[in-house]
């Protein structure tokens, strides 16, 4: 893993690095993720407060995409040391049969 490749929106920063580990696939996730939540794509540059703030606004979160989402979207794209694992996100409480109703529930 030590080739450029993927869309440059959705690569991780790491990627530029041309080191990089198979988590950077979760943080391309997590910015798809977000886009379908919120309708914006997510750029770890936007310097602006306010929109940073309107995007992860969790309320927005919970309606659109139920409990656990805004966290699960946080972690896949945190910093690679902090990023959630492949098998760490399907642990987490979006994707638990514990979930509410609605929400998103797998089954392994």
């Known amino acids: 893993m030590s080739e450029m490749v993927g869309s440059k929106p959705f690569a991780a920063p790491e990627v530029y690095e041309e080191d990089y580990t198979e ?5 391309s996730m997590g910015i798809l993720f977000i886009a379908l939540v919120t309708g914006k794509l997510y750029d770890e540059h936007q310097k602006a407060p306010a929109e940073q703030k309107r995007l992860f606004n969790a309320s927005r979160w919970l309606d659109r995409a139920g409990p656990g989402a805004l966290e699960l979207a946080k972690q896949m794209i945190a910093p690679e040391a902090e ?3 492949a098998q760490e996100a399907l642990e987490m ?3 638990s049969e514990r979930a509410s109703p609605g929400a998103c529930c797998v089954i392994h």
């Open 93 to 95: 409480s979006l994707f």
């Open 23 to 27: 988590k950077c696939d979760l943080y």
């Open 83 to 85: 990023r959630c694992s």
